[in-house]
């Protein structure tokens, strides 16, 4: 069992940058293809970002593609989302996933591709 803990999320004015983090809370042996997504009030979970278990390749949603950035750290299992140029519509809760298997892009999109998820983060952009 892996649980993830997300950080720095909070209050940002439009174009303004925040960078949320997520760590595993316990060792762990497996590297992980981690993902990132978000849900607002009322709207399903949806899409943001993947890189997979060892860096080598990333996939973003085209609502951020080109402002958001996706990237391991040292530690296994670590993984950030740079996120600039922030608009209202970005506000939601942000969640980190980790999961097995082979990285695919059209895969990483699913929620089902991801064994395990964090608490979450909010994330609020002010106009």
């Known amino acids: 069992q892996v649980q993830l803990v997300e950080s720095g999320g909070g209050l940002v004015q439009a174009g303004g940058s925040l960078r949320l983090a997520c760590a595993p809370s316990g060792r762990t042996s497996t590297n992980y293809n981690m993902g990132w997504f978000r849900q607002a009030p009322g709207k399903e979970r949806e899409f943001v970002a993947a890189i997979r278990w060892n860096g080598a390749s990333t996939v973003y949603a085209d609502s951020v593609k080109g402002r958001f950035t996706i990237s391991r750290g040292n530690a296994k299992n670590t993984v950030y989302l740079q996120m600039n140029t922030l608009e209202s519509e970005d506000t939601a809760v942000y969640f980190c996933?980790?999961?097995?298997?082979?990285?695919?892009?059209?895969?990483?999109?699913?929620?089902?591709?991801?064994?395990?998820w964090g608490q979450g983060t909010q994330v609020t952009v002010s106009s």
């Open positions: 996933a980790a999961g097995l298997g082979v990285f695919d892009a059209s895969v990483a999109l699913l929620t089902s591709a991801y064994n395990y």
